[in-house]
């Protein structure tokens, strides 16, 4: 991210990457641990960090009301709470990971294919107990506690994750099921890291505090959709995983969704059930393998052609666009605005 | 065991079982979910609450200092605190199965045999964050945050479950290890239990809040000596289980310690190889084969000639009586205490 940003904003950015050496900082320092076995598991977690979009979320939004959000040391509540929710992101991608049974995450091996899945299962408990206790400390007697409201987060989060198991398999996923699966599985973390400065506030004001909860939920919900375009379009190299992993775990995501919303019922019906035979393939021999054949090369070419990927990608842009308009005409102006804008423009159109 | 009460307990036992009532009340009240795929699970889930001897112990200790603890409807804090714990047990053994790959629990199918690990890893995270939601009630300006010390005690849970990851297929586990192990994985959550009633308390006394989690940390220590016993020598109907999963599953527990402590060196030798020759083949055929295997019944019973069993039953006995010791002392007389004497003494000697 700061590699592309519009020149304009450039000098916020810089602020933004110091800002976020403080947030990484802390959140090292927390996971710590006097046992060997945790500490080397905590250090390979870290691994999984990226760029840390939820954190800098979370201190951008917080610009927008104080400039001292971007200062090179952060406000110190601001700072633990990016740390909190990139903390119990980890932990969501960990436990994915055990979910997709995926061996392979930014280009290096995911935790259960190093040491299996119980220490998966487990580190990721240890990162959402981690997570919760340092949230503690956000707490104060005059105000609604950060600690109740991320609790709730969570579990819509795992509300997400139960809901798009029950539709594994289900090639006739509704437009309408997928979007709710993502608001919660994604969205609603999104959605708290763009709250979290109203929820720090000594006055929050609670149509401002939904309204960039709301916010949130849209950036995730784009972000969601565009990495499920990337799943089926990207470069797997610089995607740092192979292509399918949604098929071959039985998700069916918008692009397929498009795709039978103008396809012929026939086209229809042998589509749903190739995908079906690709997904039992991949449980029976592994999705490496499956992802090779060229049944799959010919289902993604069908994709590619009938421009549904295009038509799910105009859905993500809709979102984004959407929850821009809101901020526009709701938020003050400033360096902080102008960084969520661009955030939020660029989580729908990623490109790998 | 409300059948087995001492007589002279009868009455605080039945003012215990009403209390206890009102506490699954509320458990099962908080775990409500509008998404009907999740309220299944959680309705199975709750399948697998026993004798709840963790929020029993919650309320005992509460008695010790307030007798309305054990009123029909209890004071709401001790019934929400106790409703936490066995929230946060519930999703330890949630799991634990995925760790055990383990198929029954209490005589009926766990979670991830039904549904998969993917469902029983999501399941615990959802009751997990259940807790953490429900115990922020308990949280009050003017005394250390409840939710803060119970994150600690989930990550102490979590780091004794890593160490024991980290010893699986480690035929020389020392008692050090093997205590350190269950002092974290199991003493923690039961230690937060009897120390709970304290954290609750307006005016909390340092000391005795250590002295209870010490004390509640003994019978957790006591309670799994008595239940890796069980694993090898109950009786597997009674049991609801069959014997010998800790060993399918890498785990060396006390009594094998205590076996080889006695052991000539190449009869140590001969069972450490033994030993890993059933866990190697578990791992590849799947523990119920391997366990109705001669070999396996074999090694059983050169460990019960031994007497390794009832030395590890006198290790559980003699962690009790440290605790029992401990509590006579200090603190006050009446049936609250009668009645936590009682459950440390029983958590040490458990029979199926």
Sequence with gaps: MPTTAAPHLGPTQKALQQALADV?????????????CVQTLADHAEKYRGKMLRPQLVLAC??????????????????????VVEMIHLATLVHDDVLDDADLRRNGPTIRALQGNEAAVMLGDYLISHAYRMCTRLDRPERESVSRRMAGVTNTV????????????????????????????TGALVGACC??????????????????????????????????????????DRLGKPLGQDLATGKLTLPWVCFFEQASASEADQTRALLDRIATAAEREGAPAVLADPAFSRALDRLRESGALLTAENRARDVARRACEWAETSLPPGPGLDMILEMASRAAARRY
Tied chains: 1, 2.
């Design 24 to 36: 990484a900082k802390r959140f090292s320092a927390e996971l710590s641990s006097d046992l060997p």
């Design 62 to 83: 917080g610009a927008v009301f104080d400039p001292s959000a971007l200062a090179p040391e952060p406000r110190q509540d601001l700072s633990i709470a990016a740390a």
């Design 158 to 185: 795992c509300e997400g994750e139960l809901l798009q198991l029950e539709h594994r398999g289900d090639w006739a996923l509704s437009e309408r099921t997928y979007l709710e699966i993502v608001r919660r599985k």
């Design 195 to 236: 709250a979290l400065p109203q929820w720090l506030a000594n006055d929050p004001d609670p149509v401002l505090e939904q309204g960039l909860f709301a916010f949130g939920e849209k950036i995730g919900i784009a972000f969601q959709i565009a990495d499920d375009v990337l799943d089926l379009a990207a470069d797997p």
